[in-house]
């Protein structure tokens, strides 16, 4: 798939398969497709805990519950809930705060997002859920920062994207300068 198709492609649904599941194959999958994500000074400050349905339903409820309820009633049959973190500071101390690990994180699991979409899965970041929770549930070190939880599954049979719209390009992409809206 070209890769422009493929970021195209890819997009945020609600209505996830319940019957189908996503396969170890395909989590390794997606962990190689974050792994290899650029960061500042190849720190790699991203960390992912993957709550699987069908291996540990346990702490897939536990996940679960730490959501909003208006996420859990589109997210409740989708295969993998997963917490996003990244590192506060580099490993090298020396370094100090690691101000780009949130931006590291998000390249990284943006390409998470991309390996789902090509392998026919679909992945939805989502901010609703109680953070202070999640770190008490889930052990979350404390130089870390929970940044998102992902859904991933199968989309349910007729979901799709609806009309994705975007802004202009010239309200975003500036040559030379920072333009204002009026043109100049």
Known sequence: ?????????????????????????????????????PSCYGDEPWRYVICNKQKNLNS???????????????????????????????????RGSNNWSSYDTGAATYGMMLGATSMGLMAHQMAGFDKGKVIAEFGIPEDFDVTSVMAVGYAKEGEGPSERKRRPIKEMFFYDKWLKKDGN
């Open 1 to 37: 798939m070209d890769l422009l198709d493929l970021i195209i492609k890819r997009y945020s649904g609600r209505s996830y398969d319940g019957t189908r599941v996503v396969t170890q194959e395909q989590i390794d999958m997606l962990i190689e497709a974050a792994r290899w994500a």
């Open 60 to 94: 897939w409820n536990t996940l679960f519950n730490c959501l909003t309820q208006k996420n859990q009633k589109w997210v409740k049959d989708c295969t993998l809930l997963i917490i996003c973190c990244s590192a506060k500071n580099f490993r090298d101390l020396s």
